[in-house]
Structure formats: C-alpha cells, structure tokens
C-alpha cells in the first residue's frame, strides 16, 4: 500500500473529453438521502444539468420529510428503504438497484452541487483502466470561515489512516460521499452499513486492489451544514470501529 493516489486539480478537468468517453459506458448515479427534502431537488438539478446519464437513483433511507416526493418531482426513481439502517446501507440498497458500468455517489445536503462533480469524479475512470475508485476532494467552510469544516475528516479518519495505512494518508478527503467507482470493484466488495462506509470502502478498495488504483479529484469548495458536536462523536466512532476492525483488532460487539 506504500504508492500514491493519482490527484487531479481542478485545471486537470476537461468537460469536452469526459462527454466524448461517456459514450461508451453507462453511469448510474445514486444519492443517499434521509430528510433532506430542502436540498435534494438543487442536487438533482446539478445532476440533470450535467448530461444524459442512464440512471438517476435517490435512496429515500425513511425520511420523515418530503425527500421522496421532490426526488420524484425531479425526475429521479426513488429507492425507499423500510428503516434507518445507515448511510452504508442506502448506498448499498442503490448500488443493487442500478446495472450500469460506473457508479457515482453524491451527498443529498450539499448546497452548491454543480455539473461539474459528476464530470470530474467521472474523468479518471474514463481515461485510465487502471484506476477503479476516485474519490473528491474540496475546501470545507466552518459557518463563515473558509476552512475548518470537516472535523471527523481531520481529526479521526486522515490521522487513522496515515498512522495504520501507509498511502491513504495521501487521501485528502477520505469521508467524501463524492465517490466513483466501476460495477465489478462495487460488487465484490460489501459496503458497511453506516458512517463507517466511507472509510472503509477506501481500504478495501486499497487492499486488494492498491493504493494506485485510487484517484481524487478537486471539487473546489463545497457547502453543507455543519453538525453540532455531539453529532460528530458517534460519526467518528463509527469511522474509527472500520478503519481498526480492517487493521486486524478485535472490538467489543456493539451494544
């Protein structure tokens, strides 16, 4: 696992290039989504925008709100899970509901979802076999900071990795839900079924296949709320629980 990730700036993008490639595979898109009524509609817009994909799929993981109903109403198929099993489980309910060659997944509350994410995400698969994950990357604003968001990314899944998984350090965004990647990887891989997803997707992805398989790509600057800190607690356990069950301990069984 010692090698590099292949990293694209946002210069490196070519749109013209990325559209030509599309038309010799198929692109699902899938994004989880639970209670976010107020920005799905936005996402899938940025998705629509983008070009003809063959399948645009919104896991509804039992919303309370109307995610499902604007989902539809932006022309998305809508995937309804019975219950709150996780991120890792939506991801896994779309993966299963789509046959098309490349899969990307994108976060359902980002406020400035553009075009471009599902491009860029796209463009290293599209140009280079040897790559089969690509993961984005981005500058996080904290409230009305430019930096400073993303704290389980910075201080428990980037030390995590750099300290039990040479290589994966290099990853700069390694809880992105702006993921890609091909059929076959996705399915011969089990998904975690919650925040731990991410995480280990990235490992397992590196393990067997290695670390210069993987790509990331710059998104720029991306937007969302940012949690209170007593919901980043449980998010960086879960994050923690992956990354060292993959290392070889042996944990307790949750309670």
């Not at 698969?125 to 040897?130: A, G, Y």
């Not at 900071?145 to 998984?165: D, H, K, Q, Y």
Request: net charge negative; with cysteine; charged share 25%.
């Amino acid at each position: 696992m010692a090698d590099s990730p292949w990293t694209l700036s946002g210069d490196d993008y070519e749109p013209a290039r990325v559209a030509r490639a599309l038309s010799a595979t198929s692109v699902a898109v899938v994004i989880p989504a639970r209670d976010e009524a107020a920005t799905i509609g936005p996402v899938l817009d940025a998705v629509t925008a983008f070009g003809d994909l063959d399948e645009v799929v919104v896991v509804d993981d039992h919303s309370r709100d109307d995610t499902a109903a604007v989902a539809r109403h932006h022309d998305a198929r809508v995937v309804s899970l019975d219950g709150t099993r996780g991120k890792g489980a939506a991801m896994a309910a779309g993966a299963r509901a789509t046959t098309s060659e490349l899969v990307v997944f994108l976060d359902a509350d980002v406020v400035n979802t553009t075009p471009h994410f599902v491009g860029r995400l796209l463009q290293p698969l599209l140009e280079d076999p040897r790559i089969l994950l690509v993961k984005g990357y981005y500058e996080r604003p904290f409230h009305d900071m430019p930096t400073g968001g993303g704290r389980v990314n910075e201080l428990a899944a980037r030390p995590i990795l750099s300290l039990l998984f040479p290589g994966l350090g290099e990853i700069r965004q390694p809880l992105a839900g702006e993921t890609a990647l091909r059929r076959d990887v996705l399915d011969a891989l089990t998904l975690e079924d919650a925040y731990g997803v991410e995480i280990a997707l990235l490992i397992d992805v590196a393990r067997r296949y290695g670390v210069h398989a993987l790509a990331q790509v710059d998104l720029g600057v991306r937007r969302h709320r940012n949690r209170p800190l007593e919901e980043l607690r449980p998010m960086a356990v879960e994050v923690l629980r992956a990354a060292l069950l993959r290392f070889g301990c042996e944990l307790p069984l949750e309670r």
